[in-house]
């Protein structure tokens, strides 16, 4: 069967997912089979980050390829604004129907249900909570239709979610559809603190491989890690289910699929709670594309951000890029077109903190407003030296190097880096003050060094 001229988009997106949950990462646990060998056919991005670790910063960033400060959601509880441009008003511009199902949290704090009308941006299909993780839990998942009708789904949260989406898939296969389908899980279950699997998951993954960031930091960890792997595992399941139903409906080759996540998760070893912070584990995600321009695509190494990800799909769909997105499609990474590619990422961090950072491939640079208040400033003027890591030494960041006069000119570079990312993304330029200076015997790092 011909590829059609539009193709369908699925966007299979989880929520709080660490990069190293997947074999394709070299997870040993076998959680994700089904992502592993897609990610092996199609398009593996290794080097994939959130722009914002945060659900609804990072959540504004993929619907409309803006940074968090540009599109005003820089915190949890902000809507997105009226008259932002999304994702869904570009396939619908260009005659896709939309659909979404699942976790929205671009709506305000006060609305823990239903998202009216007005705040769905371009989706026309509409089965979803503004906060699922307070309407619902495991086997009592509670959504809103269009009408803002309570309805429930039968089964485990995961499942009841992608027998949604699939029959949404089988009523539109009849034209180009795009469809948003957005789980809660791994994300912890906000009233439990835990992350509950199906029955009996938790106990096949007990005791298994701990990443050695967890392991040498502990946090919730030995609590968590079962329950947090049974849910990937069953998501995994999920994917091979949608990637089936794609096949059954004579629509594989007919449809982009990407894999990602909003953030990661530490575990509460960077701070009291599960991400919000600059290290890998918590902007570090699996992401993979599938289908129509990226068959056989490959592992693809360059640095890869959220932002990225909305001007890919509409590249791929043949459909114009909004001029004012902030990302670029990989794409051209494909075809071998990979001169200008940025050489770092730029995070932004709010509500544990007012910080930003920037990641190479080799370095990692965060800074700090410790004077701002995380709750009521998006950004800052000034901002403090606080993390400096050598990724090629030190993968798992267990040894800051922020201060030390060896690290001096790395640091430097990178301060300027950061500062001309923080401006390309609409960011007043910083005044960024150096960490206090300590000493060390470690060899001097030179600038040859800290511009990898």
Not at 405 to 415: G, K, Y
Request: glycine share 10%; net charge negative; hydrophobic share 35%.
């Amino acid at each position: 069967m011909p590829e059609r001229v539009s193709p369908n988009v699925v966007v299979f997106f989880t929520d709080q997912q660490r990069w190293d949950t997947t074999g394709i990462h070299g997870n040993p646990m076998g959680l994700t089979p089904n992502l592993d060998r897609l990610g092996r056919a199609d398009t593996h991005l290794a080097n994939s980050f959130t722009c914002q670790p945060v659900c609804g910063p990072a959540r504004s960033c993929l619907q409309t390829g803006l940074y968090a400060t540009a599109t005003g959601c820089w915190r949890n509880a902000i809507p997105l604004p009226e008259g932002s441009h999304t994702l869904a008003h570009s396939f619908a511009a260009a005659g896709y129907r939309t659909g979404y199902i699942g976790k929205w949290h671009l709506y305000n704090r006060e609305s823990r249900g239903p998202v009216p009308a007005t705040h769905r941006f371009g989706y026309e299909y509409w089965l979803a909570s503004n906060v699922l993780e307070f309407t619902s839990d495991a086997y009592d998942t509670v959504v809103y239709d269009g009408d803002d009708n309570e309805v429930r789904l039968p089964g485990y949260r995961v499942d009841a979610l992608t027998d949604a989406g699939i029959r949404y898939m089988d009523a539109n296969r009849e034209e180009p559809f795009f469809l948003f389908l957005s789980y809660l899980e791994p994300h912890h279950q906000n009233h439990l603190d835990d992350f509950p699997p199906p029955d009996g998951y938790r106990e096949m993954f007990t005791g298994g491989w701990i990443p050695p960031d967890l392991a040498a930091l502990g946090g919730s960890t030995h609590q968590h890690l079962g329950g947090y792997y049974g849910q990937v595992k069953r998501l995994d399941e999920a994917l091979g289910r949608v990637l089936d139903a794609l096949a059954s409906l004579g629509l594989a080759d007919d449809t982009v699929v990407l894999f990602t996540s909003d953030h990661g998760n530490h575990f509460k070893t960077r701070n009291s709670e599960y991400k919000r912070s600059c290290h890998e584990s918590s902007i570090r995600v699996p992401t993979v594309l599938a289908g129509p321009g990226f068959r056989g695509g490959g592992q693809v190494d360059e640095l890869v951000s959220l932002v990225d990800l909305p001007p890919t799909l509409l590249d791929a769909a043949g459909l114009e890029i909004p001029e004012q997105m902030q990302g670029r499609s990989i794409l051209p990474l494909l075809k071998g077109g990979r001169e200008g590619w940025p050489e770092e990422v730029f995070v932004q961090i709010s509500e544990s903190q007012v910080g930003r950072a920037v990641r190479t491939h080799r370095w990692k640079y965060g800074v700090d407003a410790a004077q701002a208040d995380p709750a009521k400033a998006g950004g800052s003027e000034v901002y403090t030296e606080q993390y400096l890591y050598d990724l090629q030494a030190d993968p798992y960041e267990l040894n800051n190097l922020v201060g030390l006069q060896s690290h001096r000119p790395a640091a430097d570079i990178l301060a300027a880096r950061l500062r001309r990312r923080m401006r390309e993304a609409g960011e007043a330029e910083p005044v960024i003050e150096p960490a206090p200076e300590r000493r060390s015997g470690q060899r001097r790092v030179n600038a040859d060094e800290a511009r990898q």
